[in-house]
């Protein structure tokens, strides 16, 4: 059996057939489907479980099928918190005055005295969760925020699960099965009877699909040439910010939750012929030992750029003979040995320490900032379109300055800047949404451009031989950033500015953390440990190598 992909320069031969051509091209166009999939998939949760404006309904006040949210004895009848009718509480009505013939004048209620209902006049005709299970009420918030912390938890798990599936079985199943698997749990979702019902199908969804993303990702990049990999890298994070613009103008035309989910999944079941024509990851292949299958691919690519393999390339590919083994390119490669590996190095320690705080504070904000906008003043779906599309000038600005001023003041600078961000949209005065809304989409773009660049900053800083395992690692703490960030909503309960000063804080803390790591610009990856702690800047070098 020959080896692996350890013995064939592909990068070599992806320059031969083209780094972007048609072939790449057609793979991007299949690729960009579970993305913007994956955006509706995860995030549709804001707006299925989104919170309503509702008050009581007053018996005797409130009669007809044409009720008003706010008539003009409404301030006779309950209480008003910062301007807005209480959601729960009603004042007590006089006993002496007849339920069936309330004027519903001041005087015919106790204004002293406040109770509770559980029927409730809703502001507009939208639908969520809310209003069909009757997660009504202050004291039923924690069920909202659930919702997405339960999708997350789903995430968390589904991380080695789809790994060990995509490492035995290969990516395009996996990505197939992702697809299908997560559109048809979605549209139950939408026929949910309970919210019970709701929340367990809530978990089941990423359990499934949450893969798609990354398996999309790696497909995507796999035939990419390494000049094109960064451009290839923003063409992925793009087609997600446009997909989450997309999300919020379909919540803001679709008003109903159920509506609203069939809308974001039938395309899933929809796209399933098309993703059937994805090609397999060649490095997959080739770690399967199935060589004719990865050149069948590259001969396919070179044909459709109308490119021609070298004969040098060809021969790589079919090797006269098949005496090599591939078991010392396995041996002591399997996850737990690689950690060990890692623990046996006090400063690989620290390092591995800071990055995974780096990748919980970059998740923990950026979806933090995306969920806290539904409840910023003005329009919420407006809010939520706005702050997916910052995103784009920050990838923009990250890709003309990640390769001049460095990783390291790139990712501590902005992760800083948004930290001040975060704190000086506190400062805005009360009224002032649209400068606040300016400070708040500053922030997001400040911590969208952080995250671009701890992506290829982490593959940067951590040797040959445990990157992939501690990337990993750092990546699951990131995913304990997004458990918590459903829950931050929360938190402007108890001091309405608690959030931003959180994200703020830590964000600063994060961004100074940083300075720790060595600069990476213009160094070739280390390959082993004392290499990636001895990592110094080398501005002469030119050939720097971006990728594993």
């Not at 690689?338 to 190095?345: I, K, Q, Y």
């Not at 923990?364 to 809010?383: F, H, I, R």
């Amino acid at each position: 059996m020959p080896k692996s992909e350890d013995d064939i320069d592909l990068d070599g031969v992806l320059n031969e057939i083209g780094q972007f051509g048609r072939f790449q091209i057609r793979q991007y166009g299949l690729m960009v489907i579970p993305i913007i999939l994956n955006a509706f998939f995860t995030l549709s949760y804001v707006f299925t479980a989104g919170n309503l404006s509702y008050r009581c309904e007053i018996p005797g006040c409130d009669e007809g099928l044409s009720t008003v949210y706010h008539p003009a004895w409404l301030n006779n009848t309950v209480p008003f918190r910062h301007g807005d009718p209480a959601q729960c509480e009603r004042f007590l009505p006089i006993s002496n005055a007849s339920v069936d013939n309330l004027l519903c004048d001041a005087d015919e209620f106790d204004q002293t005295k406040i109770i509770g209902c559980d029927s409730f006049i809703f502001e507009d005709d939208e639908v969520t969760i809310v209003k069909d299970f009757n997660v009504t009420c202050p004291s039923n918030d924690w069920k909202l925020t659930l919702v997405g912390t339960i999708n997350n938890v789903g995430q968390f798990v589904a991380l080695p699960i789809a790994g060990y599936i995509s490492d035995r079985f290969g990516r395009r199943l996996v990505l197939l099965l992702s697809v299908a698997g997560s559109a048809i749990i979605g549209l139950i979702r939408s026929f949910s009877t309970s919210y019970e019902m709701f929340i367990a199908l809530e978990f089941l969804d990423p359990l499934i699909g949450s893969t798609m993303y990354t398996t999309a990702f790696v497909l995507a990049l796999e035939l990419v040439g390494p000049n094109m990999r960064v451009t290839g890298n923003n063409i992925i994070s793009c087609a997600f910010s446009f997909a989450e613009a997309g999300l919020g103008l379909l919540a803001m035309l679709i008003r109903n939750w159920r509506y609203l989910l069939r809308a974001l999944y039938i395309p899933g079941i929809v796209s399933l012929p098309l993703l059937w024509m994805t090609t397999e990851s060649v490095r997959w292949l080739l770690s399967k030992g199935q060589r004719d299958k990865a050149f069948d691919v590259l001969k396919k690519a070179a044909k459709m750029n109308g490119k021609t393999l070298s004969p040098s390339a060809i021969e790589s590919f079919c090797p006269v003979s098949d005496d090599e083994s591939g078991s010392e390119v396995l041996e002591g490669n399997n996850f737990f040995s690689l950690l060990s590996n890692a623990f046996s190095n006090p400063r690989l320690i620290l390092r591995v320490a800071n990055c995974s705080f780096c990748w919980l504070t970059n998740v923990l904000v950026y979806y933090g900032l995306s969920l806290n906008s539904v409840t910023l003043a003005g329009d919420k779906y407006l809010n939520f379109i706005l702050v997916s599309l910052i995103e784009l000038p920050g990838f923009l600005i990250m890709q003309l300055i990640l390769d001049r001023v460095g990783r390291r003041v790139t990712l501590c600078t902005t992760m800083i800047l948004c930290g001040i961000f975060c704190f000086l949209s506190e400062f805005i005065p009360t009224g002032n949404h649209w400068l606040s809304l300016i400070m708040f989409l500053v922030s997001k773009m400040a911590i969208t451009m952080s995250f671009g660049t701890l992506y290829i900053y982490t593959v940067e800083i951590f040797p040959t031989n445990l990157r992939q395992s501690l990337l990993s690692v750092c990546s699951m703490f990131g995913r304990i950033g997004s458990m918590i960030a459903p829950q931050t909503p929360l938190l402007a309960k108890v001091w309405a500015p608690l959030p931003m000063v959180i994200f703020g804080s830590i964000g600063i803390a994060s961004g100074l953390a940083i300075l720790e790591f060595p600069e990476t610009l213009n160094t070739q990856l280390p390959n082993t440990v004392d290499e990636a702690m001895n990592l110094k800047t080398d501005v002469g070098n030119k050939d720097k190598e971006r990728f594993a």
